[in-house]
């Protein structure tokens, strides 16, 4: 109350108008100034403070449980579930790379033909049927508003399988480098 007070009667004197209105005062900060601020005289200025009392109003608080988290919805549509940094794109390329690592160390192994040889020798159609099998089991559950975080657990996590299904792709591409390279299979 006593800074209100205070403000008032500063704006109210005089002495504040005949500083403002100093023309030497002015052009020695704004040279070009045509301009200068004056108050009028007879302004009035009222400051109100209130102060409610709230107490009756507020509620009571209530110890209660705290509220369950609800999944985040899941967009289900064509493009954003096929989007670049959508789910489905790298899992499938991943389950793709991790089946394909093992059935072409698998087939090295066993008969001794390198990646190379194995597409040749009808190795196409069955890497067709594995993509179109796999991206659909995939993509189903996805299109449904399933995430994959809600279905990971304990050791098998969502995150684990991001991870293997790099190291797939991975070590397909270096596994295709070096037999190229070396000319032969690895084994």
């Known amino acids: 109350m006593a800074t209100s007070a205070a403000m008032q009667s500063m704006i109210l004197s005089s002495n504040l108008s005949t500083h403002l209105t100093n023309r030497p005062r002015v052009n ?26 709230n107490e009756e109003q507020q509620t009571p608080v209530v110890n209660s449980p705290p509220p369950t988290p609800q999944p985040p ?21 991943g389950r793709l790379a991790m089946i394909g690592f093992v059935a072409a160390m698998a087939v090295e192994v066993s008969r001794g033909q390198d990646l190379f040889a194995q597409i040749s020798d009808g190795g196409i159609p069955w890497f067709l049927g ?58």
């Open 73 to 93: 919805k899941v967009s289900t549509r064509f493009s954003d579930v096929l989007a670049f940094s959508g789910p489905a794109p790298e899992r499938i390329n």
């Open 130 to 187: 594995t993509s179109i099998l796999l991206s659909l089991a995939s993509l189903i559950p996805l299109f449904k508003g399933v995430s994959v975080e809600s279905k990971s657990k304990g050791l098998m996590t969502s995150d684990a399988e991001l991870w293997n299904g790099r190291f797939a792709m991975l070590g397909l591409v270096a596994l295709a480098f070096t037999e190229f390279v070396k000319g032969g299979t690895i084994v």
């Open 28 to 53: 020695q900060f704004l040279p070009n100034a045509n301009y200068v601020f004056r108050l009028p005289r007879n302004t009035s200025m009222r400051v109100r403070c209130t102060s409610e009392n």
